[in-house]
C-alpha cells in the first residue's frame, strides 16, 4: 500500500480563491508527522509546513494551513487567496516516528493559479 | 534559503562517466539524505547518514554510493552512468522531524 496518496495529479484555480489539496496517509505508527512541501518551476523543494500527530491543533503557515483529520488519516494543504506565484507541484510527505529516518512522498498534485 | 547548499546546480557527462554531488547540510544537522527525483519515478529516496555514519538506505543502485565527512558535508557519487540517470538529485537536512532540501543537482546524462 501506498504511505503517501495524492490523488489529484492537476488542479486549477482562479487567482484570489482557495484551493485545498487533497492528502491520505497510511501508518500505523501512532507518532508521525506530516510535510507539505512546494516545487516550483525551478526545480527546488520548499517546505511549506508541518504537523505533528499529537498535534491538536491545525497547522497554519500565513495563507497555508492544514486540515489535519487523524481518523480519516488525511491531512490536506489549504492554500487561501491564491497567487499567481503559487502556481507548482505540491508534495505531501510523512515520516514515521519521532525521529524516523525515512520521509515517504506523494506523487505530487500541479497547482495552476489563473489570473 | 533553506541553509542547504548543493553543488554543482547543473552538470552534463556522457554515458559510462563518472560524477560527484555535494552537500552541505544546514548548520547544527547531522542527518543527510540524499534523493533522486526523476519524470517517471517521482521522488526515490536513496541513503542517509547521520554523523559520518549510513543510517539508512533506500533505493539506491550500487553503481552510486555515498558518505558523510567529518565536517557534515555529503558526497554523492554516480559511476558508469546511463541515460536512465538523468534526473534532479537532491541533498536534505535537518534535525529529528525536520527536513530541508537544498537546490538540486540537475543531472544530464547524454
Known amino acids: 500500500a501506498q504511505k503517501i496518496t495524492q490523488t489529484q495529479p492537476g488542479m486549477f484555480v482562479q487567482e484570489k480563491e482557495a484551493v485545498t489539496l487533497d492528502c491520505t496517509y497510511d501508518?500505523?505508527?501512532?507518532?508521525?508527522?506530516l510535510f507539505w512541501y512546494k516545487q516550483p518551476s525551478s526545480g527546488e523543494m520548499i517546505f511549506l509546513i508541518y504537523?505533528?500527530?499529537?498535534?491538536?491543533q491545525n497547522a497554519t503557515e500565513g495563507r497555508y494551513s492544514l486540515n489535519f483529520q487523524k481518523a480519516r488519516k488525511s491531512a490536506n494543504l489549504v492554500i487561501s487567496a491564491s497567487q499567481l506565484g503559487d502556481s507548482a507541484m505540491y508534495f505531501c510527505?510523512?515520516?514515521?516516528?519521532?525521529?524516523?529516518?525515512?520521509?515517504?512522498f506523494g506523487t505530487g498534485t500541479s497547482l495552476t493559479v489563473i489570473p | 534559503d533553506s541553509g542547504v547548499t548543493q553543488t554543482p546546480k547543473h552538470l552534463i557527462t556522457a554515458t559510462g562517466q563518472r560524477v560527484t554531488l555535494r552537500c552541505s547540510p544546514r548548520?547544527?544537522?547531522?542527518?543527510v539524505y540524499w534523493y533522486q527525483q526523476s519524470l517517471d519515478q517521482g521522488l526515490q529516496f536513496l541513503i542517509q547518514?547521520?554523523?559520518?555514519?549510513?543510517?539508512a538506505k533506500g533505493n539506491i543502485l550500487e553503481r552510486f554510493s555515498a558518505q558523510q565527512f567529518p565536517d557534515l558535508h555529503s558526497e554523492l557519487n554516480l559511476s558508469s552512468l546511463e541515460l536512465g540517470d538523468s534526473a534532479l538529485y537532491f541533498c536534505?537536512?535537518?534535525?529529528?522531524?525536520?527536513?530541508?532540501f537544498g537546490e538540486g543537482s540537475r543531472l544530464t546524462v547524454l
Open positions: 504537523q505533528g500527530s499529537y498535534d491538536e
Open positions: 501508518t500505523s505508527d501512532q507518532s508521525y508527522g
Open positions: 510527505a510523512m515520516r514515521e516516528g519521532w525521529t524516523g529516518n525515512q520521509f515517504y
Open positions: 536534505a537536512s535537518g534535525v529529528p522531524g525536520e527536513l530541508f
Open positions: 548548520s547544527g544537522d547531522l542527518s
Open positions: 547518514y547521520y554523523n559520518g555514519e549510513e543510517r
